[in-house]
């Protein structure tokens, strides 16, 4: 019983502080939230008026997509609505997936229906500099811009309709084009599902 007492007597302003930092970095969270998250959301807008810069406002939808993630766990997928004056001009939506370094995050963009990739931009990488980086250059980027949303073809003569790997970032550029093949189908799958976009035409 005394040493529980001798400790206390010693170490109080120890735990003072310890509780008064706490609820500081708790309090600081809460009010920096806000901006986080409205900052976070004035990012993802400016990279998708990049994308569809046809689109004057860009819209949650009010209820999410419901896909597996590429680690196999489910994900509620949140996406936004583009539009010019009233029509869906297009659709947003993030990917992830993993890459040589690290986490490889993409904004996306589709057309209204659904039919053809608008392009993405790499919202976060920490891939080699030099090397798997250059997924972030336009030359690999604009060959996406048109091709089928779906399961995308690699192709190393690059036919119409497919894409090429980077040379001397082969891992880094097929993370990128598997993410967007795993995440159009499921997403398309969905959104037709929910009626939100028609059916492919059946031949």
């Known amino acids: 019983m005394r040493s529980i007492k001798h ?6 302003l120890l735990i003072v502080a310890s509780f ?4 500081l970095i708790a309090v600081t969270n809460a009010a920096l ?10 990012k993802l807008n400016t990279l998708a008026g990049g994308l569809l810069p046809s689109a004057t406002k860009f819209t949650p939808l009010d209820e999410t997509i419901d896909i597996v993630a590429r680690g196999g766990k489910p994900q509620a997928l949140q996406l936004y609505r ?24 993409l904004v996306v963009a589709v057309n209204g229906d659904l039919q053809s ?20 250059e336009d030359g690999f980027r604009n060959q996406f811009k048109g091709v089928p949303a779906g399961e995308l073809v690699i192709s190393n003569s690059g036919e119409p ?5 980077i040379s001397g970032a082969t891992v880094s550029s097929t993370a990128v084009i598997e993410t967007l093949s795993h995440y159009l189908t499921q997403v398309k799958e969905q959104m037709q599902q929910k009626g939100l976009v028609d059916h492919d035409d059946e031949s």
């Open 117 to 136: 990739l608008a392009g993405f931009v790499i919202l976060a990488s920490n891939e080699t500099p030099g090397f798997g980086d250059r997924i972030k």
């Open 161 to 165: 309709g497919t894409v090429v790997t």
């Open 82 to 105: 583009a539009t010019d004056n009233g029509e869906t001009v297009g659709w947003i939506f993030t990917a992830v997936g993993s890459g040589f370094a690290d986490k490889i995050e």
């Open 20 to 23: 008064f930092f706490g609820l």
């Open 33 to 42: 939230s806000a901006r986080i998250a409205w900052n976070a959301t004035a």
């Open 7 to 12: 400790f206390f007597e010693q170490s109080w």
